[in-house]
């Protein structure tokens, strides 16, 4: 399969097996998001891998979208890293720069054979007190990932795709 295809046959999941992700595979996923591109190569990310029973516990207590997946990526960064754009005074690239990271670690993992989701309905504050994480990070997106369960479909949303020349425009 090609990126474009990759890129096309990737959809959400929202119903996972309990099979455990292979170290190699998480390992690869995570190696995705490592080299993603940041703004001034900041690097401001920081990946938690919410893998053990109790701190999924901890995860679902505070978010409905984890989907009981066998590990939860909660992509933050680091507000003492990310880059400050002084053109713009006030503006910070730490989100941008999380989403490139959660967007590789997503696309690897749908070639690796593992499904995620994306998820961006929660309170970030409501987490990082769950999880007790540094004061220092934010939490810009989770990616439940795992095996997809059998009955695992895209949902209409997927298909519902604007058109080229609706979103594109060459000047
Ligand atoms: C920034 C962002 C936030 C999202 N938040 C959620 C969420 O909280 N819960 C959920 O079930 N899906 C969430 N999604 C998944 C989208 O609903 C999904 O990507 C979209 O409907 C297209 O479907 P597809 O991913 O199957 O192609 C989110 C996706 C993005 C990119």
Known sequence: MNFLELAKARYSVRSFKKDDIEES???????AGRVAPSACN?????IFVVKSE????????VCRFTFDAPVVLVVCYDKERSWQNDLM???NSGETDAAIV????MLEAWEQGISSCWVGWFNADEIAKALSLPENFCVCSLLPIGYATDDAAPTKLHTRIREFDDTIAFM
Do not use: V, W
């Not at 595979?25 to 190696?31: A, G, V």
């Not at 109790?54 to 207590?61: D, Q, T, V």
């Not at 959660?102 to 670690?105: F, G, L, N």
């Open 25 to 31: 595979k998480l390992n690869d996923i995570l190696e």
């Open 42 to 46: 900041k690097q401001p990310q920081k």
């Open 54 to 61: 109790e701190a999924r516990a901890k995860l679902a207590s």
């Open 89 to 91: 005074p006030g503006y």
């Open 102 to 105: 959660c967007t590789h670690m």
